[in-house]
């Protein structure tokens, strides 16, 4: 077999390339080493900024009969509430088995190939050929790295950096729990740099936290005593975690012989305080796709160096995000309690936190320890 383009990861960014380049007629095949519908470990929030660039990809519409529309939040500091707080776009909290599943559907349907249930055992990135269980071969001119902080592709751009953060996760009936509430639970404060939530779906609870890896904290403790401050009952058999990047990504997500390209997770494009990881990963998977079908018309790898700048809104974004999530996180307690004052609130929330823009938040801080 032999493609233009092959995509390995068939999550979020990997399918947003996959869509673009067999909307604009690029032959390109999708692999994963799963078999779909599959389920993912993510609390499973797509922002408004998410579905619009869905849109763009010329996808049937997502059917949310089956999801619940979050409009806002509820804020917490430790367990003492804060805030509901309403926000400017509303946030889909789906199942990632669905919300995967349609993906992948919607681009097959295009005609899309897809390879699942397959493991890409090795790269030869020199003569452009992948092989996987079973000896089979493909020949490809690029590749788009989508499978994660610990895939395979990372490997082949960046062996130093390491995922930098850790979540653990448990689904539980909602018949288990009294939540009435269609909006979201943030709870900041419940473990270090990091937060813990509750996700309402259909018929689940998604709950969980995350936050910066440390290596001396029990994390299966902390989640069990999250777990009983919340009231909630469940079976540690059920938890689930997972490494993930916060706030870290790879400088340069282009591999040396120019022909393979990380987005999403494997990059590390992940939010350093929401911890929000599918519209960067859709985006980034959007403007890989672009640069490589432009080096592709004229036939010059080059053309992928200019992936670094397309994606640069979203490192300005990280760096700012990382920075300033220390000096939150320092001073959570007069910075979550000015958020009692609905004004103060729905800004940092809808401004800042909503849309992973944190110039406004920056110049407040900036503004503040010059005064």
């Not at 869509?19 to 389920?39: A, E, M, T, W, Y």
């Not at 690029?142 to 395979?152: E, K, N, R, S, T």
Request: net charge positive; charged share 25%.
């Amino acid at each position: 077999m032999k493609y233009d383009v092959v995509i390995i990861g068939a999550g979020p960014g990997g399918v947003a390339a996959a869509h673009n380049f067999i909307n604009n007629g690029v032959s390109c095949i999708l692999i994963d080493k799963q078999k779909f519908p599959r389920n993912k470990l993510c609390a499973g929030g797509v922002t408004n900024k998410a579905f619009e660039l869905m849109k763009s990809l010329k996808l049937e519409e997502f059917d949310i009969r089956n999801v619940v529309v979050s409009e806002g939040a509820s804020l917490y500091l430790e367990y003492e509430h804060i805030a509901d707080i309403k926000a400017k776009g509303l946030t889909y909290l789906v199942d990632r088995f669905e919300f995967d599943d349609y993906l992948v559907n919607q681009y097959k349907q295009k005609g899309g190939k897809l390879l699942e249930g397959r493991k890409v055992i090795n790269i030869d990135m020199e003569n452009n050929i992948i092989i996987l269980d079973g000896g089979e071969v493909i020949k490809f001119k690029y590749i788009i790295g989508a499978d994660g902080v610990v895939g395979i592709t990372k490997g082949l751009v960046d062996e130093n950096i390491k995922a930098n953060g850790f979540c653990l996760q448990i689904e539980i009936d909602r018949e288990q729990f009294n939540y009435e509430s269609n909006n979201m639970s943030l709870y900041y404060g419940v473990i270090p740099q990091g937060y813990g939530w509750i996700f309402p779906k259909k018929k689940t609870l998604t709950v969980g936290f995350g936050g910066d890896y440390d290596k001396n904290l029990n994390y299966h403790e902390e989640f069990e005593n999250f777990l009983s401050k919340l009231g909630i009952s469940y079976d540690k058999r059920n938890f689930r975690g997972a490494m993930l990047p916060f706030g870290e990504y790879i400088k340069n997500p282009i591999n040396k012989s120019k022909n393979l390209l990380l987005v999403g997770d494997a990059a590390g494009l992940v939010d350093p305080i929401t911890g929000e990881g599918i519209y960067f990963a859709m985006l980034s998977g959007i403007r890989a796709s672009n640069v490589i079908m432009k080096a592709l018309k004229q036939n010059n790898k080059n053309e992928v160096d200019k992936y670094i700048k397309e994606i640069s809104q979203i490192t300005k974004n990280i760096n700012k995000g990382a920075k300033l999530k220390k000096l939150i996180y320092k001073y959570r307690k007069p910075i979550f309690k000015s958020m009692k004052n609905e004004q103060i609130g729905g800004f940092l929330f809808n401004e800042c936190l909503y849309n992973s823009k944190y110039d406004l938040l920056e110049l407040l801080f900036n503004k503040n320890k010059g005064a």
